[in-house]
C-alpha cells in the first residue's frame, strides 16, 4: 500500500536545511514547498544542528541565522506578555460571573 510520503535521501535533506538557513525562509514556507511535514523539518534540523560538520554551512549564514532569531526573541516576549494580560483579563471576569 502507497503512503504517498516522499523518501528524501540524507543528501536532500541537507540540501533543504541549507536553503532554509541561507534563505531565510519560514518552516511553513518550506515545507509548503517540498511538501514536509513542519515537524519534519525540525526533526531535520535536532538531527543536523546548523554549525554541524555535515550541514556544512558557512559562518557567516550561521551568524545571520542567529541575528535574526535575537531580533524576533523581543517580538516574541511582548507577544507572549500581551497574551498574558489577555488571559489574565478573562480569567478575571470569568471569577466575576461576567
Not at 47 to 70: C, F, G, H, W
Amino acid at each position: 500500500m502507497k503512503t504517498g510520503r516522499t523518501k528524501f535521501t540524507e543528501s536532500d535533506k541537507l540540501s533543504i536545511l541549507r536553503e532554509y538557513y541561507a534563505s531565510g525562509a519560514s518552516l511553513y514556507s518550506m515545507s509548503k514547498k517540498y511538501g514536509i511535514e513542519r515537524g519534519t523539518l525540525r526533526y531535520w534540523m535536532n538531527k543536523y544542528p546548523m554549525n554541524s560538520e555535515s550541514l556544512s554551512l558557512p559562518s557567516q549564514t550561521i551568524e545571520d541565522v542567529m541575528a535574526r532569531k535575537k531580533s524576533n526573541e523581543p517580538d516574541e516576549i511582548a507577544k507572549l506578555q500581551a497574551r498574558i494580560k489577555e488571559l489574565e483579563k478573562a480569567l478575571a471576569f470569568s471569577e466575576l460571573g461576567i
